[in-house]
């Protein structure tokens, strides 16, 4: 698919990794729609596009709350045919399942620390895929991406994170399967470790212990991200698969 000109839809673009897709994308002439809850990151990001010379428009909405992305997915309709949506709003909310210490009380993960990450990482995703494909079903087809992550095999201390991606990397393959009749595919990508707003709150020790695990030794750049979803876009024969890019950390 050539996205030059072409409407496309990108969630968490108020930073991180949806704010380099969105960037990416643009460069490449594509009209940006740009979906996060917080308005004023999502300003930045358009900014940002407009000063490269770049299109976007604000949506601003919870993507874990129905009616916002009912309303955000209206107001984009509006704007002209969609073409793709890159998935991408996701949040953290680590914790061990249980935790014992001698002389201290139980410690167990929170169901409000498991709600909210399955909430916005799968629940978001789900909503957001289904608004789009309802539009995308109606106008010759699409591109669909979810952004899942390499703890979608599991991962220590990410009961909540690794159970969402691993719901966001099924939904690649189902959709594929029930959306191809309308023209649309789906792909996922399956991020290692990268450097975002979100592993730079780690701390310093077990971000080193990470880079030290990573068999090319370093951390993945949100370019990095950004070059396969425009490699993704661009390949009309890929669909219903995952692209892994973790610099070899799952062997």
């Known amino acids: 698919m050539d996205i030059h000109d072409k409407l496309i839809a990108v969630t968490g673009a108020g930073r991180g990794l949806g704010r380099a897709i969105a960037l990416a994308l643009a460069a490449e002439g594509a009209r940006l729609a740009l ?4 308005r004023s990151d999502l300003e930045v990001t358009q900014a940002e596009v407009e000063s490269r010379g770049g299109e976007a428009h604000l949506l601003p909405c919870n993507v874990a709350d129905e009616a916002e992305v009912e309303g955000a997915f209206a107001r984009l309709g509006e704007l002209g045919p969609l073409s793709g949506l890159i998935n991408c709003a996701g949040i953290l909310r680590d914790g061990l399942l249980v935790k014992r210490r001698d002389g201290h009380p139980l410690e167990k993960l929170s169901l409000a620390q498991w709600q909210a990450v399955i909430d916005v990482n799968l629940t978001g995703t789900f909503l957001c895929g289904r608004e789009a494909a309802a ?3 109606g106008t010759g087809g699409g591109v669909i ?3 899942s992550s390499i703890a979608r095999a599991g ?4 009961s909540n994170y690794a159970a969402s991606k691993a719901g966001v990397a099924a939904l690649v393959v189902t959709w594929a399967r029930e959306l191809s009749r309308y023209g649309i595919r789906v792909m996922g990508i399956a991020p290692g470790v990268f450097a975002t707003d979100m592993t730079a709150a780690m701390k310093p020790e077990a971000m080193e212990r990470m880079r030290q695990a990573i068999p090319v030794g370093r951390l993945g750049e949100a370019a990095q991200i950004a070059d396969t979803v425009r490699f993704i876009l661009h390949n009309d024969y890929l669909s219903g698969r995952m692209i892994e890019i973790d610099g070899g950390l799952r062997l």
């Not at 979906?35 to 917080?38: G, H, I, P, R, T």
């Not at 991962?155 to 990410?158: A, D, E, K, L, T």
Request: glycine share 8%; hydrophobic share 50%; no cysteine.
């Open 35 to 38: 979906l996060d809850v917080n």
């Open 145 to 147: 991406i979810n952004v």
């Open 135 to 137: 539009l995308m079903s």
């Open 155 to 158: 991962n220590m201390g990410q």
